[in-house]
Antibody
Framework: EVQLVESGGGLVQPGGSLRLSCAAS????????MSWVRQAPGKGLEWVSV???????YYADSVKGRFTISRDNSKNTLYLQMNSLRAEDTAVYYC??????????????WGQGTMVTVSS | EIVLTQSPATLSLSPGERATLSCRAS??????LAWYQQKPGQAPRLLIY???NRATGIPARFSGSGSGTDFTLTISSLEPEDFAVYYC?????????FGQGTKLEIK
């Protein structure tokens, strides 16, 4: 079965760190681009970061310098290392990837999301 | 950063009616424009990619059009399950942005 499963969310204090994981099955994480997208409670979707098949990475201005996207091809898993967390980083974090739409910039497979709460 | 502006913010219609949702980009995104549907507690679901291509399994009542800066998602005849929030999304210069969403609610 083709799926993405996120883990690693939880409650963290402001200034703290957290690493999210996104395990893929049924396809290879390195075969195309993969992204993290977040959604604050009651708000819209916000793109966070992307890693392309060649390894290039890009970030939203709101997380640049604090978050790092990476992948482990041997574990077929995508990661998001989040440092210097702020209250405004509180959100459900989704990983997403193209599966059948090629390199069109769209995402047709999404994980179920993992909740990150930044609070003292 | 390219900004996507969706209108209207809320659209109130009845089942069987036609829905027209708009997405305007602050600069051209060519045809790298996608549409998603999201229901409460669920991950987004891809409906349209490359501005006008329906994703796998998406009913024919959903259609997309446009290029450059102006895009439209049309639902030809609303079904009860279509009432949800809809987002447009673009890719440009290797980065991505989403619109703020249009809530389609039952009138």
């Amino acid at each position: 079965e083709v799926q993405l499963v996120e883990s690693g969310g939880g409650l963290v204090q402001p200034g703290g760190s957290l690493r999210l994981s996104c395990a893929a099955s049924g396809f290879t994480v390195s075969s195309n681009y993969m992204s993290w997208v977040r959604q604050a409670p009651g708000k819209g979707l916000e793109w966070v970061s992307v890693i392309y098949s060649g390894g290039s990475t890009y970030y939203a201005d709101s997380v640049k310098g604090r978050f790092t996207i990476s992948r482990d091809n041997s574990k077929n898993t995508l990661y998001l290392q989040m440092n210097s967390l702020r209250a405004e980083d509180t959100a459900v974090y989704y990983c997403a990837s193209p599966l059948t739409v090629g390199a069109t910039g769209a995402f047709d497979i999404w994980g179920q999301g993992t909740m990150v709460t930044v609070s003292s | 950063e390219i900004v996507l502006t969706q209108s209207p913010a809320t659209l109130s219609l009845s089942p069987g009616e036609r829905a027209t949702l708009s997405c305007r980009a602050s600069q051209s995104v060519s045809s790298y424009l996608a549409w998603y549907q999201q229901k409460p507690g669920q991950a987004p679901r891809l409906l349209i990619y490359d501005a006008s291509n329906r994703a796998t399994g998406i009913p024919a009542r959903f259609s997309g059009s446009g290029s450059g800066t102006d895009f439209t998602l049309t639902i030809s005849s609303l079904e009860p399950e279509d009432f949800a929030v809809y987002y447009c999304q673009q890719r440009s210069n290797w980065r991505y942005t989403f619109g703020q969403g249009t809530k389609l609610e039952i009138k």
